[in-house]
């Protein structure tokens, strides 16, 4: 089947079935500009909290079209590619996270979004990276808090804040392995470029950066700034609404440590396919499914952030 029919028949198929179509940021740039609504992590779970469709395609990770379904338990919620994951997540296995938890009574469990509907189920407020800092300045000075699972993130928000949060250590493998003598070339080539970075990379990294923020803040400093050049640190599937919404500037992707590749991509995000989200649609298949068990528990601590993020305006 062609692009243009295939794009036809996912308008048909989304129509019939009263169906919303969410994607990230990294998402390949035909599911972007075929999605209902782009965005970052937090946006996609408020959207997913608020839509009145009857069925959500996550174009995304399964962690996202967990959470989507934890807070929309009476929608069907389908994601393109069953295997698309996360090493982040990956990197907490809810047993080991349970131990962690265990060995350390007495704490608030700050668990960023990038985990599994387990994980969630073992925590007190889940974050984003949007709204890790407004969270954690939300409790109290003295609160004891572990945080998990990206220890980069969580490191940032120890300085943003001045707490001393105990980390689990998870990295994202996209994010960990930028190349930090490649983007200072870089920065020599493009003396005016400001280097703009997510904070799940690490430390070495952030302290280069000119702005440091999530997918959404990144992208809103990029469209204000007066600034031409940027060099960007985060999956490269953010250039294409960068480049969308600012067509004269000029956006360089941050190269990854070991690849001939000029850019950095998150293979999880891109087993995503324009086909695979037609097949999604047209065959209702692969749905995802939470225990209503864990749901109920792991319901509570998203709910917490989203209060807290519309709180501060999020
Ligand atoms: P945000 O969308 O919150 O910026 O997070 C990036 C990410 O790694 C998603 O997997
Ligand atoms: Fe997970 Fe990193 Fe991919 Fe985001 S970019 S989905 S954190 S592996």
Known sequence: MKGSEIIQNINQLRRDKN??????????????????????????????????????VLCGVHFMGETAKILSPEKRVFIPDFKAGCSLADSCPADKFAKFVE???NHTVISYVNTTAAVKALTDIVVTSTNAKQVVDSLPKDEKIIFGPDKNLGDYINKLTGRNMLLWDGVCHVHAQ?????????????????????????????????????????????????????????????????????????????????????????????????????????????????????????????????????????
């Open 178 to 314: 930028f190349s930090l003598e490649k983007i200072l070339a870089l920065k020599k080539d493009y003396p005016e470029a400001l280097i703009l970075a997510h904070p799940e990379c690490p430390k070495y990294l952030l302290e280069v950066a000119d702005h440091i923020g999530s997918t959404s803040s990144i992208l809103k400093f990029a469209t204000t700034s007066t600034k031409k050049q940027f060099i960007v640190a985060t999956e490269a599937g953010i250039l294409h609404q960068m480049q969308k919404e600012n067509p004269s500037k000029l956006f360089i992707p941050a190269p990854p440590e070991d690849s001939t590749c000029a850019c950095n991509e998150c293979f999880y995000m891109k087993m995503n396919t324009l086909e695979k989200l037609y097949l999604c649609l047209k065959n209702e298949t692969p749905e995802i499914f939470v225990e209503e068990e864990i749901r109920i528990k792991a319901v509570k601590p998203i709910e917490r952030m989203l209060e807290i993020s519309a709180r501060y305006g999020l």
């Open 103 to 105: 060995s350390y009574p």
């Open 19 to 56: 169906a919303i179509i969410l994607a990230h940021y990294y998402q390949d740039s035909e599911i972007q500009d075929i999605a209902d609504f782009v965005g970052d992590s937090l946006a996609l779970a408020q959207w997913a909290a608020k839509t009145n469709a009857d069925i959500i």
